[in-house]
């Protein structure tokens, strides 16, 4: 969960640094315009679990997509956002358990949390030996 937090965060600076203080443009924006975009990617691992992304931008620097996860028990997390003028805007969707609907740091969070049966798994990676 931390690293979805981190990575609103982290996307809600990305575009303040681009946008910067309302009605300032940078000296770049005159010399390189925005240029219309989009991408995306789905994935899936052996274990079931997936995740997904996609974003596209047009030429006014407006910016919007989704990126997602959902794992091998039915936990998912879908994160729809925005990026114009106004500013960065999120939607979190998901069922993760302990979570409840509430709008933190101007983000909406529409939650719907599911019981999850957690039996932790050995780690396939082990330690290394001293010396």
């Known amino acids: ?69 959902k794992d091998h028990q039915g936990i998912e997390r879908i994160v729809e956002y925005v990026a114009d003028q106004n500013g960065y805007r999120a939607q979190v969707k998901t069922n993760e358990p302990g979570t409840e609907s509430k709008s933190p740091a101007d983000i909406e969070l529409y939650a719907n949390p599911i019981l999850v049966n957690y039996v932790p798994q050995p780690s396939r990676y082990q330690p290394e030996k001293p010396y």
């Open 1 to 69: 969960m931390l690293l979805q937090i981190v990575t609103v965060c982290t996307l809600a600076s990305l575009v303040a640094a681009q946008y910067g203080p309302a009605g300032l443009a940078k000296q770049d924006e005159a010399q390189y315009p925005p240029q219309p975009y989009q991408f995306g990617y789905e994935a899936q691992d052996e274990t079931g679990s997936s995740s997904f992304r996609r974003e596209s931008g047009d030429a006014n620097g407006r910016v919007q997509g989704s990126y997602g996860y």
